[in-house]
């Protein structure tokens, strides 16, 4: 017999997979997430019909930093963004939980193909948002941004977890 400790931690880690942006409870304000100005950045490229859009993104490569993703925070940075890696193609569901910025979530692909947008996300919403398929990452960035930028389902999103097919 396995003691429940030593599971719970393998239970909780599958379950937030299926499910990423469903976050155990909020941890105390000492242990929040640094400001996204004060958080590691990668460049990410949109590429649209209208142009290329670069924009600067931390990266949530594991259980714990997807859960939390953008939780707490107040602002984020204009072409600034927080791209969700699932480290493989499934089906994805997010939510707004302890959210207090308005998003537009990108669900992308593993070759780098949008898949759909959820314009203008509900703050602290429990409403689940749904990817619709299996994808790789979901990019967020500030609400509106998608629409100013022409942004739509099709269009291609460069950065290094991305793998074109040819």
């Known amino acids: 017999m396995v003691p429940l400790r030593r599971v719970l931690p393998s239970i909780l880690c599958a ?5 990423p942006c469903i976050a155990l409870p909020a941890a105390p304000a000492r242990a929040q997430a640094a400001p996204a100005e004060a958080a590691r950045t ?3 490229t949109i ?3 209208t142009g290329a859009h670069a924009f600067d993104v931390e990266v949530m490569r594991d259980d714990a930093s997807r859960a939390r993703g953008l939780m707490f925070r107040r602002s984020m940075a204009p072409k600034h963004g927080m791209l969700f890696d ?6 994805v569901n997010m939510w707004m939980k302890n959210t207090y910025l308005p998003l537009d979530m990108v669900f992308i692909r593993a070759d780098g ?7 203008e996300t509900e703050p602290l919403s ?8 299996p994808v790789l990452s979901v990019l967020e960035l500030n609400a509106g941004v998608a629409a100013k930028l022409g942004i739509r389902a099709g269009d291609r999103v460069e950065h290094p977890l991305f793998r074109p097919t040819r």
């Not at 699932?86 to 089906?91: A, D, T």
């Not at 193909?113 to 314009?119: F, M």
């Not at 429990?126 to 398929?133: L, Y």
């Open 15 to 19: 379950g937030l997979a299926l499910l």
């Open 42 to 44: 990668e460049p990410l």
């Open 47 to 49: 590429v649209t019909r």
């Open 86 to 91: 699932f480290e493989r193609s499934l089906p």
């Open 113 to 119: 193909t949008i898949v759909r947008i959820e314009a």
């Open 126 to 133: 429990t409403r689940v948002i749904a990817s619709g398929e």
